[in-house]
């Protein structure tokens, strides 16, 4: 069996919200647009037919992948801690001479770095994971070792 998508209860019904719109409105008027595209005549020659199939593709495409994140999906709760990181949780950490920096480890299909949700798989990630305030986190980048302070945990 294949490892389970981590997801917060906010990132499950988000994909459950963009299923709904993909089967339903999304699908439908590509159906229009094909249908349209069909009664133009000459398929072979007609762009709008062409981009209609290629839509449809990513379509189902997407359809598929979102389905098959739910399918494996387990959700990540908000509980104790117990004084470590785990999945789930809220870190703020500090590189020495860096201002500090809040994180929520989240799985990798709600991870968005901008917006401070990152992967328990990313490096940064892995390397806070089961650390407890005042450990100090080693990751290792492209341009070399960087050092995290853990000053919190929610």
Known sequence: ????????????????????????????????????????????????????????????????????????????????SKGFIFIG?????QEEGSDPETYHLVGPTEANPRNGRISHESPIGRALMDKKVGDVAEVETPSGKIKFKVLQIE
């Open 89 to 93: 949780s809220q870190v703020t950490i």
């Open 1 to 80: 069996m294949s490892q389970p998508n981590y997801l917060t209860p906010e990132g499950e019904a988000k994909l459950q919200a963009e299923l709904e719109e993909l089967k339903g409105p999304r699908r439908d008027d590509l159906a229009k647009r094909l249908r349209s595209a069909i009664q133009m005549g000459d398929l072979s020659e007609n762009a709008d037919y062409h981009k209609a199939k290629e839509d449809q593709g990513f379509l189902e495409g997407r359809i598929q992948e979102i389905e098959a994140i739910l399918r494996n999906v387990a959700i990540i709760e908000k509980t104790q």
